[in-house]
């Protein structure tokens, strides 16, 4: 992961949690991004990203099985070094149902055409616009997408559902401030697991812990 310009203080945030079994996992809840950036002035920014699933993407005529298709963060070109040839980072995935392609996605469906503002149908089901087209994927990426849907689509199908504090199925990466360190971060987490998850985990009788993983 070197190519992101701030590599050395991009951490994801990983659960340690005893709930009738223990599971140690590198995903975490939606819900807890805002609440770090609102409150934790270490965290100088925070992108969520899905696990990629294989669906079927349509665009007219053509029809691909895409291997990595997920959900990702507005704030994910904020954290990680993916440059734009197309769109503006900064807003491409704000909107629910937008979508950024990288470059050879964006080839195999729309050729030399610009594909800024095309649709393409993901899944059987909803449109997406095309709102970005980034740089193919460095293969040392630890992660890597073909297609990155917006965040703000799975808040308006099931904002219930991403507000819950035990949906605990996306990973959550932290761009430390310049000057933080994982271990100040780290201190406050106890803090917000028992102000948000308290009574939660006390009504399933189970235990949870975050920590950074570099």
């Not at 665009?59 to 070094?81: I, K, M, P, W, Y």
């Not at 703000?152 to 430390?176: C, G, P, S």
């Not at 360190?181 to 998850?197: N, Q, S, T």
Request: aromatic share 10%.
């Amino acid at each position: 992961d070197r190519f992101n310009m701030h590599a050395e203080r991009i951490h994801r945030v990983c659960v340690d949690l005893e709930a009738g079994s223990h599971m140690v996992l590198a995903l975490s809840m939606p819900a807890l991004s805002d609440v770090l950036l609102e409150e934790c002035p270490e965290a100088q920014n925070i992108a969520r990203i899905s696990l990629p699933r294989r669906v079927s993407v349509k665009h007219r005529d053509l029809e691909f099985q895409e291997n990595l298709v997920c959900f990702a963060d507005s704030r994910l070109f904020g954290v990680f070094t993916f440059p734009f040839i197309a769109g503006d980072p900064e807003t491409a995935l704000d909107t629910p149902y937008s979508v950024v392609l990288t470059e050879e996605t964006a080839a195999k469906y729309f050729g030399e055409k610009n594909p800024i503002g095309q649709t393409v149908r993901i899944g059987g089901g909803a449109d997406y616009a095309v709102t970005g087209v980034v740089k193919n994927i460095p293969s040392n990426s630890h992660f890597r997408f073909a297609m990155a849907r917006s965040f703000a689509t799975l808040y308006a199908e099931n904002r219930r559902d991403m507000e819950n504090w035990l949906n605990i199925q996306y990973y959550t990466y932290v761009l430390l401030a310049e000057n933080a360190k994982p271990a100040d971060l780290e201190r406050k987490f106890p803090g917000i697991i028992d102000k948000y998850m308290g009574q939660s985990l006390k009504s399933i009788g189970g235990t949870l812990k975050l920590f950074l993983q570099p």
